[in-house]
């Protein structure tokens, strides 16, 4: 059987950078931070005071007053990045569009956090008496999201969520190349959302250790690959792409912005929240992802690795890379666009997605900020692309995400 190509037709946004795809890619390449003091909770008593927050946001700016209320956060932010992407796809206008066979499938981390977080409070400050919002359930549910997509646009294709920590908008996507490579979809929304940026989110990170603590420079705190990293920063957002089979996409005229040639997965069988020293996992991901887009290593020319800008990840996914690419590791663009983006933990791998399609199209790759120290344990040949975009032919770009209990998937596009 041979299987149907597939290619991104739609772009959508919404994070600590932009609001929507063009203001999140001007924004990468311009280096920006979009780290801040907390302003969705009160975090003076938390060791961390800081995240990257998505920006001037209203939600009744974007949906009616009842559904406000019955749309966490989460949802919220997947439900507009989708909006756009679907838009910018065109898809609805083409007049022999079969519902039945596209699919919204959809990654999260942890979903409604702060919808379980404030009716767990509420119950608790009510001394005991339940008085759950009947919308409690329905908003929590990592799955609404995905479901709430598919009812907007009355898609009745493959639809669920994908929950693998932080590789769970990358599983999604991989997931839905599957289905349509496979002949059993015609197009799925895919991407993720997330939004923990809540007293549970942050105290519980914290306690961890996993965070900076750079309260006194937050805009700086993100420091992926540099001496002084000391942690990751919380993001929000969400980021969608449409993907759909070529020749539909063809016939309909859509724009086609890349080719989705493959995608790989792995288990670190290691520890629950550290990632294998030695970068096996990782090693291992990178690999199935090359052999599954039947690829040459040498063809890689740009990595947007996991780089979450802790001392163990960065230095773990560095040796997976010289150990698989070699020599070649050397002529690869690498760069963490979680430098400004903060990590947006299940849905890293969505906007991360959406910065390679950015690269690919625009042969430009974002710069990894924050660089101010050298680190002697990593390789000074590899090109991590510290503090400015640098102009470069991308024709094949990688993207990696890495999750709490080992998960790691990885992403392959393409220009086309």
Known sequence: ???KRVVVTGLGAITPLGNNFQEYWEALINGVSGAGPITLFDAANFKTKFACEVKNYN???????????????CAQL????????VGDSRLLEYSELNKDRVGVIWGSGIGGLTTFEQEVTAYVQGNGIPRFNPFFIPKMIADMTPGLISMEYGFRGPNYATVSACA????SIIDSLMFIRLGKADAIVTGGSEAAICVSGVGGFNALHAMSTRNDDPLTASRPFDKDRDGFVLGEGSGALILEEYEHAKRRGA???????????SADAYHMTAPHPEGLGAYNVMKNAI???GISLTDINHINVHGTSTPLGDLAESKAIL?????????????????????????????EALACVGAITNNI????????TDDEDFDPKLDFTFNKAKEKEVNYAMNNTFGFGGHNACVILKKI
Do not use: C, W
């Not at 997947?78 to 992407?85: C, F, R, V």
């Not at 790759?365 to 101010?372: A, E, G, L, S, Y």
């Open 291 to 293: 052999e599954d887009a």
């Open 59 to 73: 939600p009744e700016d974007y949906f009616e007053r009842k559904d406000v209320r019955k749309y966490d956060r």
């Open 323 to 351: 150990k698989l690419f070699g020599e070649h590791a050397y002529d690869i663009q690498i760069n963490s666009t979680k430098s400004m983006t903060g990590h947006l933990l299940g849905a890293a791998g969505a906007i």
């Open 1 to 3: 059987m041979a299987f």
């Open 255 to 265: 724009t086609i912005y890349a080719e989705v040639i493959g995608g790989g997965l």
């Open 78 to 85: 997947g439900l507009i990045a989708s909006k756009e992407a």
């Open 168 to 171: 769970s908008s990358s599983n």
């Open 365 to 372: 790759v974002p710069p990894t900020i924050n660089h101010f």
